[in-house]
């Protein structure tokens, strides 16, 4: 999945290397916003690490291993959502994402996720998908909730933030689930 259009002007399609400043850019416009919930953002201090940030998303595309998408209304890039390492033996995957913060409140994001678990699914076919999410973000947590996953628990103290520890709340859908879904 090269690009793929979700209407009204928004795009996913891959991020490249000549992305790197645009996503600089939006992330350094953004720290404040993705910082409470994403522990990588204040080691994103330059061009060159968004760009080393691309480079491994491109690896994990070329070797199937999972992708980033840049989230683009007409050629301004809002967000990005990507797939994590996919565990071919177990057929799962899970999905990360955030959008700048102008542009929440407008169901962008849960298209880009529906867009994504379409190609898991039904390209890629994968047996089940994750979202892992802090339980105190309720803008996230909303996502998984609308679509349809299933919360199935909270890894205690499982990620390391500068001067904590964050649980994590597990939602997951299996391919069934995501079909009956879609085709009812
Ligand atoms: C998590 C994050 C991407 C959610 O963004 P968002 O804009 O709330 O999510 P969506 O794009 O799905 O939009 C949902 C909102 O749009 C509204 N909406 C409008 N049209 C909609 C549609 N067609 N479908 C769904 N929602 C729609 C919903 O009512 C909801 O609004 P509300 O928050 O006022 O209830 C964003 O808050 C973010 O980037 N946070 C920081 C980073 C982060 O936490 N990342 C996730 C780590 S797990």
Known sequence: ???????????????????AEFLFVLTDRNRDHLR??????????????????????????????GYELG???????????????????????SIGYWLDVEYQGRGIMTRAVIAVLDDLFFNRKLHRVEIRVAPENHRSRAIPERLGF????????????????????????????WKACRHP
């Open 1 to 19: 999945m090269l690009g793929y259009n979700l209407g009204e002007g928004l795009w996913l399609r891959l991020l490249e290397r000549h992305h």
């Open 36 to 65: 409470p919930w994403l522990p990588w953002v204040d080691e994103v201090r330059s061009i060159a690490d968004s760009l080393n940030f691309i480079e491994e998303g491109l690896l994990r595309f070329a070797q199937g291993n």
């Open 71 to 93: 989230i683009w209304l007409e050629e301004k890039l809002i967000g990005v959502i990507g797939v994590h390492e996919i565990n071919r033996a177990n057929s799962s995957a």
């Open 150 to 177: 299933r919360m199935e628990g909270i890894l205690r103290e499982a990620e390391r933030h500068k001067d904590r520890w964050v649980d994590l709340v597990v939602y997951a859908i299996l391919d069934r689930e």
